[in-house]
T-cell receptor, first 110, second 118 residues
């Protein structure tokens, strides 16, 4: 079983819609959770981190964490064409290593 | 500007040659990491280092070597023993254990080096 799993997509949404990206993780002791955005040919950029159950909002982005279900999601409201990218989910167990999913490709259609 | 720099951006080598990828950070971060990314795959950890003069193997260390002689520098050598070295190489850092939880575990990436071996 992989440490972190994401649907690879591609996910397509129209401009202005809500994009919903999902991630599950296998180790219950995971304590910190991250979402990265990666444009084609570029390195990952940290866009959200979440550590407690519930929602965390930052602008158009909302991260949701449910530790009981081992599930973390990212909602992007009012999606823009510039949001088109691959989104990587990552977890850390308060240790040295980070575990990454393979990413979900998002396309926002104008 | 604080950040992580990697050089060169693109690197071409012949098979059988060793090559060293540079990674420098001026964020005063303790921990540094090297990942490899192949098309359609997630990030795979090669090596990481929490402090100067100490480093640990990641999941795919075979054919790679690193050094950590200075806090700000963590070069990666891709040796001729690496069977399939063509990939996108990413260096990352986190503030490290000396920082407060949880912000000390936010990981930031450099721009990457794309290595092609023919």
């Amino acid at each position: 079983q992989k440490e972190v799993e994401q649907n690879s997509g591609p996910l397509s949404v129209p401009e202005g819609a809500i994009a919903s990206l999902n991630c599950t993780y296998s180790d219950r002791v995971s304590q910190s959770f991250f979402w990265y955005r990666q444009y084609s040919g570029k390195s990952p950029e940290l866009i959200m981190s979440i550590y407690s159950n519930g929602d965390k909002e930052d602008g158009r982005f909302t991260a949701q964490l449910n530790k009981a279900s081992q599930y973390v999601s990212l909602l992007i409201r009012d999606s823009q064409p510039s949001d088109s990218a691959t989104y990587l989910c990552a977890v850390n167990r308060r240790g040295n290593q980070f575990y990454f999913g393979t990413g979900t490709s998002l396309t926002v259609i104008p | 500007d604080g950040g992580i720099t990697q050089s060169p951006k693109y690197l071409f080598r012949k098979e059988g040659q060793n090559v060293t990828l540079s990674c420098e950070q001026n964020l005063n971060h303790d921990a540094m990491y090297w990942y490899r990314q192949d098309p359609g795959q997630g990030l795979r950890l090669i090596y990481y280092s929490q402090i100067v003069n100490d480093f640990q193997k990641g999941d795919i260390a075979e054919g790679y070597s690193v050094s950590r002689e200075k806090k700000e520098s963590f070069p990666l050598t891709v040796t001729s023993a690496q069977k399939n070295p063509t990939a996108f190489y990413l260096c990352a850092s986190t503030p490290g254990y000396g920082s407060s939880w949880p912000a000390g575990y936010e990981q930031y990436f450099g721009p990457g080096t794309r290595l092609t071996v023919t």
